[in-house]
């Protein structure tokens, strides 16, 4: 018996393990909490409906969504916990995502670490709380477009659209102004080649975008702080 709980036990660690390096997603352990944890990480580029070449880290939102889906229907799982170390990506992919993190019933804790850029501002501030350490960035600027754009003023009305869609939900799910988002994005004094602007740790906080300063360990306590005020744990 003791011999099979030893076989179970190597086999689920197997499994985790190569879900990690498959979809960077695993299911923490309880430690007797009698609260699960799902953690997501989003890495690299964000991969929309065009896959990314094989030296690009990336993150599938094909990966990403099911698990979502999975995890509001799970009666285990309590919380969820968003990694994020990204340069940016698909709109719509990452829109996609962060409509769905914000979306779930089940608490929601977001961590940014290096960076979250571009489209990964909306999937920060979709959880519940939001932290970024330290020496965190987050680059906020206007969308881009590449290929071919036809030179017509309906492909102007298009951009802004878009534009009005991700600013939108930005400061629907933090404590930022919107005109004063727009006025980070159109910034052309920080970037050398580019426009808009890079916030660093606190001054995304000063700036209302993310809600704190702080690491894993803030990060983990507070997730386990809104599991109990949910309701959905009862306190052992």
Known sequence: MAEEKKDKKIEMEQHRDERIEKTGQA???DNGRLENIHLISIIGEIEGHDNLNNNS????????LPSLAAIEDSREIQGVLVLLNT????VEAG???????????KPTVSLVLGGSHSIGVPIAVS???SYIVPTGTMVIHPVRMSGMV???????DYFKLIQDRITGFVCSHCRADKHKLEALMMETGVLTKDVGTILVGEEAVKHGIIDEVGGIDKAMKKLHDLIQESGMVAIS
């Open 27 to 29: 299911t923490l352990d």
């Open 57 to 64: 880290k990336t993150t599938k939102y094909e990966h990403i």
């Open 87 to 90: 340069m940016g990506g698909d």
């Open 95 to 105: 829109l996609a995502i962060a409509e769905m993190i914000a979306s779930l019933s």
């Open 127 to 129: 959880t519940d709380y």
């Open 150 to 156: 036809i030179g017509v003023p309906q492909t102007f």
